[in-house]
């Protein structure tokens, strides 16, 4: 079981520099949970690329189902425990749902996000700590 950040999610499904990797660690361990706010943050993702001209709606909504059968078990923490989070470790609240569903399944978050795992280093690992089985 792998706790993952949306930047994650968007990396294995949406072709780009780290589509490789994410595939492979999806491939060893098929098994990634998250906070329900990823499903969210990752359809405003596809909402700005449509708006963008980098995908097209059909595209987007199709990204989007295959997250939700490759998500079909997330966690859903707290109001209070979001807040918490984030007052302890400075981060925003969205990200300190993420770090909430890793604490809650007793795992690392595996995210991309440099400043996220600088606030908290001791609940985040990058994507290639994650593949070094670090």
């Known amino acids: 079981m792998l706790v993952v950040d949306t930047n ?15 595939r492979t660690l999806f491939g060893r361990d098929p098994d990634w949970r998250s906070d ?3 499903l969210i ?10 708006r963008l001209g980098m995908t097209d709606a059909g595209s987007a909504g199709r990204y989007l189902s295959e997250a939700e059968k ?8 707290p109001h209070s425990i979001a807040l918490s989070i984030a007052n302890e470790f400075g981060v925003t609240t969205y990200d ?13 978050l595996v995210t991309e996000d440099k400043r996220l795992r600088k606030a ?8 290639d700590d ?3 089985g670090c």
């Not at 490759?70 to 923490?77: A, D, F, I, N, S």
């Not at 300190?96 to 690392?108: P, S, V």
Request: proline fraction near 3%; charge should be neutral; glycine fraction near 4%.
């Open 96 to 108: 300190a749902r993420f770090l909430g569903a890793a604490r809650a399944l007793g795992t690392k």
């Open 36 to 38: 329900s706010f990823v």
């Open 70 to 77: 490759r998500m079909p078990h997330l966690v859903q923490t």
């Open 8 to 22: 994650i999610l968007a990396h294995l499904l949406i072709d780009g520099d780290k589509t490789d990797d994410a």
């Open 120 to 127: 908290a280093p001791e609940l985040t690992v990058s994507l």
């Open 130 to 132: 994650a593949l070094r």
């Open 41 to 50: 943050e990752f359809s405003n993702v596809l909402a700005t690329q449509v």
